[in-house]
C-alpha cells in the first residue's frame, strides 16, 4: 500500500510541475504590440490661387485690372541705353520718320511704379492706335498735327507733357534735350486720377500658355536671329538664352539703364503692314485695322499665322484661325514694312 500511495503521489508531484513549468512558459511569451487603426494621410495643402497678367500672362497673388499706359520711348544712339523697358509688359518696336524706330512701352502689370521710364518721345497716329488696342493712357511728349487733332477731336486719354501733363514728367541733366525727358508709373497713374481719366482695365488679354505645356515645349532650332527694319546701320539681334531671346543693337546688348539689365522676350512677334510715306518730313501712315502676315518665335520655334484688328479691338495673332498662345512673360512686337517677306527683314541659322 505504501508503495503504491508512493507511486500516485510521484505522479500527482510530477502533474503540478509540469503544469507550473507550462505557466511559467506563458509568461515569458511577451505580449502582443496592439496595432493603432490605421489614419487618413493629410492632404496636401493647396497652393493660392494666382491671377494671371493680362498682358504678359505672369501669375500675381492677386488679381491686377489696372488699365494700361503706353509710353513712347525715343530710339536714337543718344537716348540709349533707355530707363524702364525691362520692366514692360510688351514692348513695341515701330518705324517713325526717316527709317529710325520708335518703342511702344506697354505697361500693365508692374508692381513697382517709381522706377524711371524714358527717354520719353513725340507721338503720331498709328502709335495712338497701337495704345487704343490696349485701350491704354498714352504718355509722351509733342505729337504731330494728326496725333494732336485725333487726341483731342476724339477725347482720347492722354498725358502730354507740352499741352496738357508737363508737372508729371522731368528732364535729367545727364543727358541732352530731347534726349533727356523722363517719368516714372507713379507720377503718370497720379496724372491719370487728377484728370479723371478710368482707370480700371476693359480689355480680356492675350491667350497663354498653361504652365504644363510651356514646360513641355521642345526647344528648336532658332537660337539666334537678325532684323533689318529699313536703315542698313540699324540691326536688332536677339540670342536664345534658357528660354529667353537676349536683345542687342548693332552686336552690343540692349540695356536698361536702371538695372542694367539686357532686355529679353519670351515671345518675338513680327508683323508685317503698308507703310506710306505722307510729306517732306517723312511722316508715315502706318495700315494697322486690314490684317497681314505674321510670326511668332518661342523658344527656338517659329509659327507663321496672320495678324488681324480684332472685334474687342485688339491687335492679335493666329494661326488656322486659333489665336496664337503666347508663353507667359514678356513680349517684343516689331511692325515691319512690305515690300519684301517677313523672312527677308527676319534672318536666322
Not at 63 to 91: F, H, K, M, Y
Not at 190 to 205: D, F, N
Not at 215 to 224: C, D, H, N, R, T
Not at 227 to 250: A, C, P, T
Request: with cysteine; aromatic share 8%.
Amino acid at each position: 500500500m505504501k508503495l503504491k500511495f508512493g507511486l500516485i503521489l510521484l505522479v500527482l508531484v510530477m502533474v503540478v510541475v509540469t503544469a507550473c513549468g507550462k505557466e511559467d512558459v506563458k509568461q515569458e511569451v511577451p505580449p502582443l504590440e496592439s496595432t493603432p487603426p490605421p489614419t487618413e494621410e493629410a492632404a496636401p495643402t493647396p497652393a493660392p490661387p494666382t491671377y494671371p497678367s493680362l498682358l504678359s500672362g505672369v501669375g500675381f497673388e492677386e488679381q491686377n485690372n489696372t488699365r494700361p499706359v503706353a509710353v513712347l520711348i525715343n530710339n536714337l544712339a543718344p537716348a540709349r541705353p533707355q530707363s524702364g523697358l525691362t520692366e514692360a509688359d510688351i514692348i513695341w518696336e515701330v518705324l517713325a520718320e526717316g527709317g529710325i524706330t520708335r518703342l511702344i512701352a506697354i505697361f500693365q502689370s508692374t508692381e513697382t511704379a517709381d522706377f524711371d521710364i524714358g527717354p520719353v518721345r513725340s507721338n503720331r497716329p498709328y502709335f495712338i492706335e497701337i495704345a487704343d488696342s490696349y485701350d491704354a493712357i498714352i504718355a509722351h511728349a509733342g505729337a504731330s498735327n494728326d496725333a494732336y487733332a485725333i487726341l483731342q477731336k476724339q477725347g482720347k486719354p492722354y498725358l502730354d507733357e507740352i499741352s496738357n501733363a508737363g508737372s508729371y514728367y522731368w528732364r535729367s541733366s545727364e543727358r541732352k534735350a530731347p534726349h533727356n525727358l523722363y517719368t516714372n508709373l507713379s507720377k503718370l497713374r497720379e496724372g491719370v486720377s487728377k484728370k479723371g481719366y478710368r482707370e480700371e482695365a476693359t480689355i480680356q488679354g492675350y491667350s497663354f500658355l498653361t504652365e504644363a505645356e510651356a514646360e513641355s515645349m521642345q526647344v528648336g532650332s532658332i537660337k539666334q536671329l537678325d532684323v533689318q527694319f529699313q536703315l542698313k546701320g540699324y540691326k536688332v539681334s536677339y540670342q536664345l538664352d534658357e528660354g529667353v531671346y537676349k536683345r542687342s543693337i548693332n552686336d552690343e546688348p540692349h540695356i536698361d539703364k536702371n538695372n542694367d539689365k539686357q532686355l529679353s522676350a519670351v515671345n518675338l512677334i513680327f508683323m508685317q503692314t503698308n507703310h506710306k510715306v505722307l510729306d517732306n518730313e517723312g511722316r508715315l501712315s502706318v495700315d494697322l485695322q486690314s490684317g497681314g502676315n505674321a510670326l511668332v518665335i518661342q523658344n527656338g520655334q517659329s509659327i507663321e499665322g496672320q495678324w488681324i484688328a480684332a472685334e474687342d479691338g485688339m491687335l492679335r495673332f493666329v494661326s488656322n484661325n486659333e489665336e496664337i498662345k503666347l508663353l507667359p512673360g514678356q513680349s517684343i512686337i516689331h511692325i515691319l514694312p512690305t515690300g519684301k517677306t517677313i523672312t527677308e527683314h527676319v534672318n536666322w541659322e
